[in-house]
Every structure is written in structure tokens, then in C-alpha cells.
DNA sequence: GCAAAGCAAGAGCAGTGCTCTCGTTTATGG
DNA sequence: CCATAAACGAGAGCACTGCTCTTGCTTTGC
């Protein structure tokens, strides 16, 4: 994919860019319900049908929107991340999840594209389940590190279900091997609810009840990190809790 | 509502439930984006523009269906509720989290409808607002009565940005005077969150992740339970492993 | 009993995704 | 160097969509 093969295919790829890059101004705009192959070709000057040379179908030209989406958010938590580098483990988190949030509230309709209701018949295909993976990755490097630095808080939890643990120790075997399961089962379920918040928030569902957006996700992605057992050694002296676990 | 105005008005609301059960229909098989008037008026024999006599477009027909859909997770929610009458808070608090949740894996597409991608321009109506409210409130009760019992474990929060403090305090004053502001912010959070986990069950973010939905789900709600407060103490050693004495 | 309102039907408009055909251009192999 | 195959753009066309408007018919209410 590096030498330039010919004027055939580098106006190949040019076009194939430009109809992405129309189609996601539409995205933007309209949604992606209101996605229409004839618009994004009439606004580049060419029939429909040409655009069925680069995109076998409409749904096709979603996948590739999809899997761009995917890989944005996933870019701007990885950014997060390392530029908190150095900080403490809740810091780091609490960065990651707001720039997830951010780059959401930016990005609302690709982020309805990727998080809201898939497509009809839609399946995604396997491209997009690495880039789908990124934001939990990050997340879930947060924790490895924690760990590896003795940074984790590994609180007693209720003892966990066997069908789970086997579930998440799948997980940490292959992406944060030594991570306790309780804590790789807290963070998966973290990682479903920081989606629960964001998704609340921009379709809506917060309309009426949380006006103050910023403040209010700020406190319960703390709250989260606290659950994952992220929270820093400043803020952890305030809750202990009744100890009333074992496993 | 009650006495038969006529065999004309009687005619009406029959062919307009007809039409909504339709619709339904086709919802459940095909999905939201796929509804189309057309097809549903062909299933009823009648022309299309014969529908418009009862829904003015399809927006209002999706409208009805919203209204329909929030009332029966609802219903669903405070049936759930209601059969845990007694019991202790925690042990309600999965409850209506677990028929919430069954609500939606047997009604995918309608629980997309609600609380997937809102469709394109589409601004609710006033009319969903307070059907959409029924899961919150019931959860709501649920820490209210807690609280009520002195079965409600106020946990000392890392302290509550003030914005938040004044939106929860709103909302507590509303439908449950003198619930604790952490209470009611970690129940905010909790509720959003709980609807982070059912979504990505049901749109596949769990596939090759999380196997074990059922027992991930309880897991995830009872940790949800417990950072609401509503962990009661009898609750805590009740885990479907190890068959300790529950209540 | 009659005017008004409600209703079903049909035609029609503008738009959609997608397919097929038909010339043209480009790249490649003999 | 040139012929063949592949890729391409344009256009017509199909089946479908939401929605509007007109035309008659039926029910309702005064």
C-alpha cells in the first residue's frame, strides 16, 4: 500500500476518500438514517450509480463509517491516555472517559452510528471489531498498569458467579494477564455504564433531570473508577466500607 | 373514554389499534427504520393514504409506538416491583433491574426504539415524557421506601459537586423528599448505567466479551444495588454459588 | 332532511437503493 | 505496439418509500 501503482489507483483511492469524507458530512448533518447514496453522489457530481464501484452497497459505505468512527474515539481515548501518563490511575481514567465523552458530544451522530441502535439487518462485519475494541483496551490498560504498579485497589468482592469469572479471566489472560478477576469484571461492567451515561446524555434521556452534564459525569465516572478500584491513595481513605465479605 | 359515542368513533379506535398492532409487527420483525406505512397499511388491506386519516406520518405512528413501548418496560418495571412487595430493597432493586432487562431481550427492537439512536430529526413529544419516566420512578421508589425503613445505607460520598447537589435536590424533593442527595445522584448514575449494560448486551458490544449475560447482569446490578445503598444485610450473603441463607 | 365532517381510494410527485446496459478509458500481456 | 480484459462513468429503469391532492361515498349532527 505504499508505491504509487498508477494514475488509476491513486484516483481510485482519492474518490473512495471523497465519497467518505461527503458521506460523514452528511452523517453529521442528517444522521445516519438520512445517509443517501444518490445525495453524497449528486453532491460530487456524479450519478449513483458510479458510487457502486466503490462501495458495493449502501450499507457498505456505513461499514466503512463505522469502522472510521470506531477508530476515532478509539484514538482520542488512546490521546487521553498517554497524555496523562505519569498521573495517577483514577486521574487517568476519569481523562479517558471525558475524552470519550467529548469526542461524543462532538460527534453525536457518529457516535449514535457506532453505540446507538445497529442498522436494521445489520451485522457488523469483522473489520470493525478490532477498532470496537480500542476504548475498552484502553480502559482495561488503565487497570493493568494499576495493577502492575500496586496501584490497585482489589476490594472483597460478593463472591463472583463461576460462569463470569471464567468469562473475565479469558479477558485478563489475554489483554492484562494477573489482573484479578473481580476487577476485570468490574471493568467490563464500568466500561457497559460509562456507555450508559454518555448515551443517556446525548439522546436525551437526561433532558429534565441532569442539567449540570459536566459536573454530573465528572462525579460518576469517579464514582466508577472508584467501583474498578482505581481510586487514587488520596481519595481512598474515604470509604471503608463494612466489611461484611468474604469470598 | 368510557360510554360508545358511536359506531364511528367505536370504528376508529378499532382500525387505529389495528394499525398501531401492525405496525408493532412489523417493528418486532424488521425494526424501527424499516417500518413503513405502506406495508403496513397492504397488511390491512386498506390504501396507503387511508392511514393518514389516523397518523398523520409516520413520525406520529413511531410516536404511539414510543408511548406504548415506555409504558409497557414500565409496566413491566412496577409489576416487578409490586411482586417484591416485602422483600428486602436490594432483593427489589434486581428485581425490577432483571424485568427491565427481560423486557428488552424480548422486545429488541422496541427497547432500540426508546432508548437506542433517536430517529433522524426527531424531537420527543411531550407525550413521552411521562411514560418514559416510570422505570426511573420505580427504581426511584425503590430507594425511597429503603429509606423510609432505615434500610438505606447513606454512604459517605466523596463530596457532591454543588450543581449536582441542587439538580438531584431537585428531583428528590419531587418524588422523594428527603432522600440524601448522594443517594439520589448515585441513583441517577445507577439508573443511566443499568441501561449502559442491558444496551450493550443487546446491540453486541458483549459479543465475544461476556458470555455469561445472565450471571454478569445480576453480578453487575448487585454491585449497582449496593453504590445506590440499597445493599440490605441479609442480601449480602444471598449468592446464587454458594446457597447461603438468604431472607 | 341536509349540510358538514369523516372516510377510502386512486393518481401522482419526489425521493430512495440498486441493477443493467452501453460506450469509453485505462492497464496489462503477448 | 497493439489487442484484450478490466475498470469506469453515464443513463435508463425497477420497485419501493412518505406524502399530497382530488374524487366520490358514508356517517354524523343539527
Known amino acids: 500500500m505504499s508505491a504509487i501503482r498508477g494514475a488509476r489507483e491513486r484516483a481510485r483511492s482519492e474518490i473512495t476518500a471523497a465519497i467518505k469524507d461527503e ?3 452528511q452523517l453529521a448533518r442528517d444522521g445516519a438514517a438520512k445517509l443517501s447514496l444518490r445525495a453524497v453522489a449528486r453532491e460530487l457530481g456524479m450519478v449513483s450509480s458510479a458510487l457502486y464501484r466503490y462501495f458495493p452497497s449502501r450499507d457498505d459505505l456505513l461499514t466503512a463509517l463505522i469502522v472510521d468512527a470506531y477508530n476515532a474515539v478509539g484514538a482520542a481515548a488512546e490521546a487521553a ?5 505519569g498521573k495517577a490511575p483514577a486521574a487517568r ?4 472517559c471525558r475524552a470519550v465523552r467529548d469526542w461524543a ?4 451522530h ?7 441502535t445497529p442498522v436494521p439487518g445489520y451485522t457488523a462485519p469483522l473489520t470493525t471489531v478490532e477498532p470496537a475494541g480500542r476504548v475498552a483496551l484502553t480502559l482495561l490498560s488503565i487497570a493493568r498498569e494499576a495493577h502492575a504498579d500496586g496501584r490497585l485497589v482489589v476490594r472483597p468482592v460478593d463472591s463472583l458467579p463461576r460462569t463470569v469469572h471464567t468469562d473475565v479471566e ?3 489472560a489475554e489483554y492484562a494477564p494477573g489482573l484479578p478477576a473481580p476487577t476485570a469484571a468490574a471493568l467490563v461492567a464500568a466500561w457497559a455504564q460509562l456507555f ?7 439522546f436525551g434521556q437526561f433532558n429534565q433531570v441532569v442539567e449540570a452534564r459536566d459536573a454530573f459525569f465528572a462525579h460518576a465516572v469517579r464514582s466508577l473508577a472508584h467501583q474498578v478500584g482505581l481510586a487514587g491513595p488520596d481519595e481512598e481513605a474515604a470509604i471503608p466500607d463494612e466489611a461484611a465479605a468474604g469470598t
Open 23 to 25: 458521506a460523514r458530512l
Open 81 to 85: 491516555l498517554a497524555a496523562g501518563d
Open 93 to 96: 481514567w476519569t481523562a479517558v
Open 105 to 108: 458530544l462532538a460527534h453525536p
Open 110 to 116: 457518529e457516535y449514535a452510528l457506532i453505540y446507538g
Open 170 to 172: 479469558r479477558i485478563a
Open 196 to 202: 450508559g451515561l454518555i448515551g443517556f446524555e446525548l
